[in-house]
């Protein structure tokens, strides 16, 4: 059976309900549309949210009035594009990106798009680098390696206000979430078995109010009480 994580959709949720959707409400920039087809040219993998993902997660910031927000995992900078539009002026985006191929397509994108003054983007693994993160933010949004979400979630947990909100892309792991783990190729297993840990660790956190969207490859998002 399975298994195609690679995915950054799932084709059950990907339906002309979405495209009805996303061409209905989405209001994506030109620039915006263009930064996956530039990095693509540029050999960067296909991997950054849907836009109907980003569209969620703009309307969420936009609900809770966010200010400061931390991403794990900017790549090419699609969704940090999202989340940096749902900021006020003088708001802030924390990008955490290890690769500096993609860091510099992203900085490059944040310039076109004028974004660039709402964006800080921190270059260095993400273990280290939220060290350098020592306030409360509004929301953190996390989106890198899956084996360390339960340690993003630590961090989260620590450092995202209450009524703010964590969240999570892949929370569908390319649609492989319900599968025994056992029952994948092995190359993908330690990365389901993070991501069924994680969204049960989420699930059964009191102090958490949480869901997953079903968007794209999921979107996991949890209110902090
Ligand atoms: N959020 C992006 C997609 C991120 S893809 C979007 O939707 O547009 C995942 C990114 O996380 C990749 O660029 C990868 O280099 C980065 N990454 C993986 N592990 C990391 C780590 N430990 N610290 C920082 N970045 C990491
Ligand atoms: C992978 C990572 C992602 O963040 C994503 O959206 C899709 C796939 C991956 O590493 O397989
Ligand atoms: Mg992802």
Do not use: C
Request: charged letters at 20%.
């Amino acid at each position: 059976m399975t298994s195609q994580p690679h995915r950054t959709f799932v084709p059950e949720v990907q339906s002309a309900l979405t495209q009805y959707t996303v061409e209905t409400f989405v209001h994506e920039w030109p620039l915006q549309a263009t930064i996956m087809a530039d990095a693509q040219n540029n050999g960067l993998p296909q991997i950054s949210l849907q836009p109907d993902e980003g569209w969620m997660i703009y309307f969420l910031l936009k609900s809770i009035h966010a200010k400061t927000v931390v991403e794990i995992g900017t790549l090419a900078g699609y969704s940090a594009s999202w989340i940096a539009r749902a900021l006020p002026d003088d708001g802030m985006l924390y990008t955490l990106e290890a690769n500096a191929k993609h860091a510099e397509i992203a900085q490059t994108n944040f310039e076109a798009l004028n974004l660039s003054h709402k964006i800080e983007l921190i270059v260095g693994n993400a273990h280290q680098t939220l060290g350098l993160l020592h306030d409360q933010y509004d929301a953190v949004f996390i989106d890198a390696d899956k084996e360390s979400y339960l340690n993003y979630l630590d961090w989260s947990l620590q450092h995202v206000r209450s009524g703010g909100l964590i969240m999570a892309h892949n929370a569908f792991r390319g649609g492989d979430i319900y599968h025994n783990p056992d029952d994948v190729d092995a190359i993908h297993r330690p990365a389901l078995i993070a991501m069924r840990e994680f969204n049960q660790r989420v699930a059964d956190n009191a102090r958490l109010v949480s869901t997953i969207l079903p968007a794209g490859d999921g979107l996991l998002v949890a209110l902090v009480e």
